[in-house]
């Protein structure tokens, strides 16, 4: 009997219509194009405006797209989870809300919390319901509003985050192609570095945590950074080792999109050529958990059967990890 896996059968993403460039961040900060671009690699980002609209009305966005192109029912799907640091409220779940407002009412659903890792930790986690028997449709999602946690008066973090939100469709295969295997990983000791403040049980919101400003993103750059180069580098060096990987083996690099810089010490620690990475942090910022859905919704088109793909990210906690995949189909959007 041929090894079930999870296949990756379709990919759809959104970013809201509102660009926030870094030429308008200089006129609200004390900041430059040049400064955050040479950082960063970031010259704009999409924001969600508009009163009423969080993070599940971009994931609509992305499942009702996947939906019409995989020309898949919303009675179809079975299980959705939902990664995201921004959920609409501590509870119900976003993931519930979307699957209430897209229709899906034969699946259950839950969301996910691994901060910007989060998105490859559910897509592991989804794999598992479909190489189980269990499950034959599932939708992971990654989305965040990060600009309903971001301090725009503080630019060291202002001028990283974006809104976008992707969704893929997960289904069973025996080809040989799918998720192959992952490596993720935790030190709940870099929380001190990359947090938010208040708003959860240990604080509780008061009058005083808004006045403090403590519901934004904390986050002290440096240690993060270097946590960050480290340990996204080699975690993606390792599952290529693990799994006999060269670098010619690999037909895609789809990193977090955190900083530039990282990026590039990922790519130079697997031996990759800039070709072969998904870069479109100029253009979107860091969006959290919609990076890499972001990422291979706009690679699409180019991705083909077979290919050989990791999957990397860093988020706060710390969480890290990879993801090796077989890419399942030839792309076309």
């Given amino acids: 009997m041929k090894k079930l896996r999870a296949s990756i059968t379709g990919v759809h993403a959104f970013a809201p219509e509102y660009i926030l460039t870094n030429k308008e961040l200089e ?7 040049e400064w955050i671009t040479t950082r960063t690699g970031i010259k704009e980002r999409h924001i969600q405006k508009g009163e009423g609209l969080a993070t599940s009305d971009m994931a609509v966005e992305a499942v009702n797209g996947l939906l019409k192109k995989t020309n898949t029912s919303p009675d179809d799907i079975e299980l959705v989870i939902c990664a995201t640091v921004t959920p609409d409220m501590v509870y119900p779940a976003t993931a519930n809300i979307v699957s209430d407002k897209v229709g899906m009412k034969n699946a259950f659903s839950f969301d996910l919390n691994a901060a910007c890792s989060g998105f490859i930790y559910a897509l592991v986690t989804a794999s598992k319901y479909i190489e ?20 725009y008066t503080d630019r060291t973090t202002c001028i990283i985050f974006g809104d976008a939100a992707g969704a893929v ?5 025996e080809d040989g192609n799918g998720i192959q295997d992952s490596i993720l990983k935790v030190d709940g000791s870099g929380r001190v570095h990359l947090h938010q403040k208040a ?3 240990l604080r509780p919101a008061t009058q005083e945590t808004v ?11 440096q240690p993060v950074f270097k946590f960050a180069v480290t340990n996204m580098a080699d975690v993606s060096a390792e599952i290529m080792e693990k799994n006999k990987l060269k670098a010619g083996d690999i037909s895609w690099l789809v990193p977090h999109q955190a900083n530039l810089r990282i990026i590039d010490a990922t790519a130079r620690r697997m031996g990759l050529e800039k070709e072969k990475v998904m870069i479109n942090i100029q253009k979107y910022g ?10 291979l919704y706009e690679w699409e088109d180019k991705l083909k059967k077979g290919d050989n793909i990791v999957l990397a990210a860093f988020g706060g906690g710390f969480t890290w990890g990879s993801v090796y995949i077989k890419w399942a189909y030839d792309g076309d959007k």
Avoid: F, W
Wanted: charged residues 20%; hydrophobic residues 25%; negative net charge.
């Fill in 211 to 221: 006045a403090n400003r403590e519901h934004y993103v904390y986050q002290e750059g």
């Fill in 27 to 33: 006129t609200m900060i004390d900041t430059t194009d």
């Fill in 286 to 295: 860091n969006t959290t958990n919609g990076t890499i859905p972001m990422c």
């Fill in 132 to 151: 189980s028997g269990s499950y034959k449709k599932v939708i992971v999602i990654g989305g965040d509003k990060m600009s309903s946690i971001v301090d």
């Fill in 169 to 173: 469709m997960l289904e069973p295969s």
């Fill in 199 to 201: 708003g959860g049980s």
